[in-house]
């Protein structure tokens, strides 16, 4: 099954990959929201645009995203206010409420068809016991002093469960990924280079070269808009890579639920989406770190749709990557001591409205204009009373797997130990290996070493992926790279022949 948003992909548009040397003002690797909207904004100033998308446009999180705009934050907005106080938080919703205008103006200035509809939210407790009223009490506080209009929900607004919870109007939801496909439409219109399956290899900062397999882009500035930076940078040592899920279905009867729903059951988010005539309820949620997952997580989400709605079919299911900074906010800005380097990550699971917001924020700077928001998100802050917590956390967890992976591996005795279906980490003749077995029967044989910085990767039965849970680089059962730092794939090994 497939991502509910490629419903009526038939009609993209397709760019070609990168062959030879080419030149341009500014490089963006990544097609995504962030990516794609970086060069919507320097398109309008004039400057030579090429993006390099390693897959194709919004392949990758944009596509795997909810499709939800929304000024507060996933996670809570009382938490931002507890850590940085009232000044921030509030500039948190001002930013994001500016940055979704932003997006209905775009989807409206370049006729976008991407089922955009404003819808309200809702965070909803399924139960009312003193310790959700009082997170209710908090989350009501942080909202009402960041300048949000919030109801009280007395009312059932889903068909179970006694619920308390808080409503925000305005909203939105959108198809993310015929929105970025629009935006590439629209800016490959004003001149800006898109060019698909042209994974970065390397980047030469000094010379200012970003190189893929058969080709290089020599730029004056670079835009890392992958999720998190290509290669290895010092911002990867404090955020947590995590997984997420979604499943969709077609309910029997009409009552498809509008809004945005969170529920704190711990957190499932639910939507409905309409398209061609035909309606879709999902649910994301099952969240766990990147290469520690252990349940068949899209099971799990057809039982929750199943236990509360009467479903007549399952229809769509896939996942996407999160990261989450230490200190609670992205970084959005010019990578440490590399002034023509430019990051955006940490989005957490709030990433399309970050994404966008983070692509005019890169542009303002290329050009030298002030940008109001930046101060509050640039990425080279040092804040290490907001961040310990954090990075002492997601370090020991990279120290862990670094050290007991490596102990804990067991030996293989034979590759027929592998039924169809099956994989796993272990020791060959002294090399750590990740093997999997396809359903027909194949063997894939890899180096289970990824390529970033040596930690081992473990393998994703929900995707089946090898996943590395030190910085999030994943990988397909060829080894090839899908998302992450890692510049580079797995290192093949042969089978053996009687395998
Ligand atoms: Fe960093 Fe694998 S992603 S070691």
Redesign the pocket.
């Known amino acids: 099954m497939q991502a509910i948003w490629k419903i009526g992909d038939t009609e993209i548009e397709h760019y070609p990959a990168l062959a030879g040397k080419r030149e341009a003002d500014v490089v963006v690797i990544g097609a995504g929201i962030t990516g794609l909207t970086t060069a919507l904004q320097l398109a309008e100033d004039g400057s030579r645009v090429i993006v390099l998308e390693a897959l194709s446009v919004g392949e990758g999180c944009t596509g795997g995203s909810t499709g939800n705009l929304y000024s507060p934050l996933a996670k809570g907005l009382s938490a931002i206010r507890k850590k940085w106080g009232d000044d921030v938080s509030r500039d948190i919703v001002t930013s994001r409420i500016e940055t979704i205008d932003f997006i209905e103006a775009t989807i409206e200035r370049f006729a976008i068809d991407c089922q955009f509809h404003r819808r309200p939210l809702y965070r909803l407790f399924t139960t009312a016991d003193e310790v959700q009223a009082y997170e209710l009490d908090e989350e009501r506080k942080a909202l009402l002093e960041a300048g949000l209009e919030v109801e009280d929900i007395e009312q059932h607004v889903l068909p179970f469960s006694p619920l308390q919870g808080l409503k925000i109007n305005d909203q939105a939801q959108f198809n993310p990924l015929l929105y970025v496909q629009g935006l590439a439409k629209a800016v490959s219109a004003m001149g800006v280079t898109i060019l698909e399956h042209s994974p970065v290899r390397d980047v030469d900062y000094k010379q200012g070269v970003v190189k893929t397999d058969t080709a290089a882009v020599t730029a004056r500035h670079i835009v890392h808009a992958t999720h998190t930076p290509k290669g ?1 940078d010092l911002l ?1 040592t404090g955020m947590l ?1 995590s997984r997420e899920y979604g499943v969709s279905a077609k309910l029997n009867g009409e009552a498809y639920p509008e809004g945005i729903f969170w529920m704190l059951d711990p957190f499932h988010s639910l939507r409905s989406y309409r398209y061609a005539g035909e309606s879709y309820l999902m649910v994301i949620g099952e969240k766990h770190k990147t290469g520690e997952g252990k349940y068949d997580y899209y099971q799990r989400l057809r039982e929750y749709l199943s236990q509360h709605f009467d479903v007549q079919e399952f229809c769509h299911q896939w996942s996407a990557q999160q990261y989450s900074s230490a200190d609670g906010l992205p970084y959005i800005g010019r990578m440490h001591a590399r002034d023509n380097v430019y990051v955006a990550t940490g989005f957490a699971a709030d990433g399309l409205t970050w994404g966008t917001l983070a692509g005019r924020i890169i542009a303002d700077l290329i050009h030298g204009r002030d940008n109001t928001w930046h101060a509050h998100f640039d990425a080279r802050r040092i804040t290490p009373a907001k961040s310990a917590g954090g990075w002492v956390k997601e370090n020991a967890s ?1 120290t862990k ?2 050290v007991q992976d490596y102990l804990a591996t067991g030996k293989l005795k034979e590759f027929a130990e592998l039924a169809p279906g099956e994989a796993k980490v272990a020791t060959l003749d002294g090399e750590k290996l990740a093997i999997y077995r396809n359903e027909s029967g194949e063997l894939s044989v890899l180096s289970a070493v ?6 081992l ?1 473990h393998w994703n039965a929900n995707d089946t992926t090898w996943d ?6 994943r990988f397909d059962t060829r080894g090839d790279v899908i998302e ?3 510049y580079h794939a797995l290192e093949r090994r042969d089978p053996p022949v009687d395998s």
């Open positions: 290895v990867q890579p990279v797997h670094l990824c390529p970033h910085m040596k930690c990767v590395c849970p030190c910085h999030g680089s992450g730092p890692a």
